[in-house]
């Protein structure tokens, strides 16, 4: 068992600015979990996913794998409820200190009403992931108040790049250092300055999850968005959907990754994005999180700034 195992289990949890609860901090000799909620394993994702593994060990960590029931479709790494059994797995066992996702692709949304947030909530542990994986980051973190990470999938290549690649060194000090990540820059949109809690992710998921009892409250908070492959005509809809919704007048400001759209769509996004902002907050774009070369960890629920030199500022750390 790692270092620490059934001894933290409701003892000393620690709670955020915003009210979140901190999961500890991985240690070397901690045990994790590998789990696939989402998409099997291309062949080519499976050697990225070893070199992740060994990346992990390399930090003194102890990576755990469970089997999971084949499914008949085949863009599922298995049944919805072999998925969700897996993943209960992970989050409820007291030896699991960290879980880390192989890859995302489609299903996460598909086994969120089988999962039980109770322990989970008794006992925190980090939670990595993004892309389709942004419904349990955050469907899961609404229901639990659990600070999760927006950071990268094991199969990932800009992880798999080796240890000094930004990308790993950003996912090891947000989850094994008790101390607020490093700021990262980005392109100022919209000037301003705010500060609240980070939530967001990948925004197709969180447009899926509207209406739902998954969605997580947004008020005041610094809302992240980023996603891939969309046309411009799509991105537009879900923005105002997220504008009918209520939810861009009601966030304190907006920061984005990658959306797309390569530098003549770029211009256009501009537009598109303050459009349906439709106010005076600050949006920062640019920043290298989510899909792209790059994937710096963010830890969602931790309190940040966005400051007018065009930088995003965590204020705390998102592990105690």
Not at 22 to 28: A, G, I, K, V
Not at 78 to 91: F, H, I, P
Not at 138 to 163: D, I, N, Q, R, Y
Not at 191 to 196: P, R
Request: aromatic share 6%; with cysteine; glycine share 14%.
């Amino acid at each position: 068992m790692g270092n620490r195992g059934m001894r933290n289990i409701n003892k000393g949890l620690k709670r955020n600015r915003a009210g979140f609860l901190l999961p500890p901090r991985l240690r070397p000799g901690d045990r994790v979990a590998v789990v696939a909620p989402s998409g099997p394993l291309r062949p080519r994702e499976k050697e990225l996913a070893d070199v992740s593994m060994g990346l992990l060990r390399a930090w003194g960590l102890e990576p755990l794998e469970q089997e999971l029931e084949a499914c008949r479709i085949p863009y599922l790494a298995g049944s919805d409820r072999s998925r969700a059994s897996q993943l209960g797995w992970a989050l409820s066992s007291p030896e699991i200190r960290g879980v880390f996702c192989l890859r995302g692709g489609y299903g996460a949304m598909r086994i969120l009403p089988f999962l039980d947030g109770g322990l989970f909530r008794e006992d925190p542990k980090v939670l990595v992931g993004f892309s389709d994986l942004t419904a349990l980051l955050l469907g899961f973190g609404a229901k639990t108040g659990v600070v999760t990470f927006h950071g990268p999938t094991l199969a990932s290549s800009s992880l798999a790049s080796g240890p000094d690649s930004p990308t790993a060194q950003a996912l090891r000090r947000a989850v094994m250092e008790s101390h607020p990540q490093e700021p990262i820059t980005g392109e100022i949109w919209q000037e301003g300055e705010a500060e609240g809690p980070l939530l967001g992710g990948c925004l197709s998921l969180i447009s899926a999850l509207m209406g739902t009892d998954f969605f997580p409250k947004l008020e005041g908070c610094i809302l992240f968005l980023e996603d891939v492959g969309e046309p411009l005509y799509k991105l537009d809809r879900m923005l105002h959907q997220l504008k009918l919704g209520g939810v861009l007048g009601r966030i304190a400001g907006l920061a984005l990754g990658n959306l797309g759209g390569g530098p003549r769509g770029k211009r256009i996004l501009k537009d598109l994005v303050l459009e349906a902002v439709g106010r005076r907050i600050p949006v920062l774009a640019g920043l290298p999180c989510g899909h792209g070369a790059r994937n710096l960890t963010l830890s969602l629920g931790a309190w940040v700034r966005l400051d007018k030199k065009g930088l995003l500022v965590f204020m705390e750390a998102g592990v105690s």
